[in-house]
T-cell receptor
Framework: QKEVEQNSGPLSVPEGAIASLNCTYSDRVSQSFFWYRQYSGKSPELIMSIYSNGDKEDGRFTAQLNKASQYVSLLIRDSQPSDSATYLCAAGFQKLVFGTGTRLLVSP | DADVTQTPRNRITKTGKRIMLECSQTKGHDRMYWYRQDPGLGLRLIYYSFDVKDINKGEISDGYSVSRQAQAKFSLSLESAIPNQTALYFC??????????????FGPGTRLLVL
C-alpha cells in the first residue's frame, strides 16, 4: 500500500513566522512531489512541485526533498492569515497518492 | 472561464438513485481523474483515464463507473447511490511536462449528499 503521511495539525503560527510542513512517503519509486493548498470546501490549488533532491524556492515558499529519507517539506516564510488552509502533500508519477493534509492556522 | 468545470456543483439524491457527475476541460490534457474527498481520509482515486480509449480503476472504484466521451469530457456515474458515497468529488486533469513531471489541475468539486 503506497502511503503519504502528514501530521493533521493544526499547526498554529503567528503572522510573520515561518511555517514548516512535513510529509513522508512510502513508495521509493515516486518521482514527483507536490504541495497543494486547499481552503475549506474549495478545490486543491498547486503551490509547489519538486522532483530533485534539495530545495526549490518560489516566492515565500520553499519545498525540500530528501529521497534517501523519503521526506518532503514545505516552508512558508512570512506567514500571513491568508495562508491559513489545509496543505496536501502528494507523491507519485502519473498517478498521485495524497496525504490527508496538515491544517495551518496563522494568527494575526 | 475555468479550465476544468464540474456539473452539478451540489447534488442531493436518495439511496438507490442513479446519478452522473460531469467534468469538462479546456486545457487540452489527455489525462483525467476522478477523486473523492472525505473528512480525515484525504483524496482517494476512483478512476483515471490516460486517453479516450484508456480507462483504469483507482483504489476505490466499487460502486462507480466512468465514461470518457471525448478528450475533454469524463463522467462519473453512481449506478445506485448509497449514503456512504456522500462526499466531495473532484475531477482533475494532467499532461506530461518538464522531465515527465505531471501536474494535476483540479476542478471546483461537486458536493454530493445521498439520503
Amino acid at each position: 500500500q503506497k502511503e503519504v503521511e502528514q501530521n493533521s495539525g493544526p499547526l498554529s503560527v503567528p503572522e510573520g513566522a515561518i511555517a514548516s510542513l512535513n510529509c513522508t512517503y512510502s513508495d521509493r519509486v515516486s518521482q514527483s512531489f507536490f504541495w497543494y493548498r486547499q481552503y475549506s470546501g474549495k478545490s486543491p490549488e498547486l503551490i509547489m512541485s519538486i522532483y530533485s533532491n534539495g530545495d526549490k524556492e518560489d516566492g515565500r515558499f520553499t519545498a525540500q526533498l530528501n529521497k534517501a529519507s523519503q521526506y518532503v517539506s514545505l516552508l512558508i516564510r512570512d506567514s500571513q492569515p491568508s495562508d491559513s488552509a489545509t496543505y496536501l502533500c502528494a507523491a507519485g508519477f502519473q498517478k498521485l497518492v495524497f496525504g490527508t493534509g496538515t491544517r495551518l492556522l496563522v494568527s494575526p | 472561464d475555468a479550465d476544468v468545470t464540474q456539473t452539478p456543483r451540489n447534488r442531493i439524491t436518495k439511496t438507490g438513485k442513479r446519478i452522473m457527475l460531469e467534468c469538462s476541460q479546456t486545457k487540452g490534457h489527455d489525462r483525467m481523474y476522478w477523486y473523492r474527498q472525505d473528512p480525515g481520509l484525504g483524496l482517494r482515486l476512483i478512476y483515471y483515464s490516460f486517453d479516450v480509449k484508456d480507462i483504469n480503476k483507482g483504489e476505490i472504484s466499487d460502486g462507480y463507473s466512468v465514461s470518457r466521451q471525448a478528450q475533454a469530457k469524463f463522467s462519473l456515474s453512481l449506478e445506485s447511490a448509497i449514503p456512504n458515497q456522500t462526499a466531495l468529488y473532484f475531477c482533475a486533469t494532467s499532461a506530461p511536462g518538464l522531465a515527465g513531471v505531471e501536474t494535476q489541475y483540479f476542478g471546483p468539486g461537486t458536493r454530493l449528499l445521498v439520503l
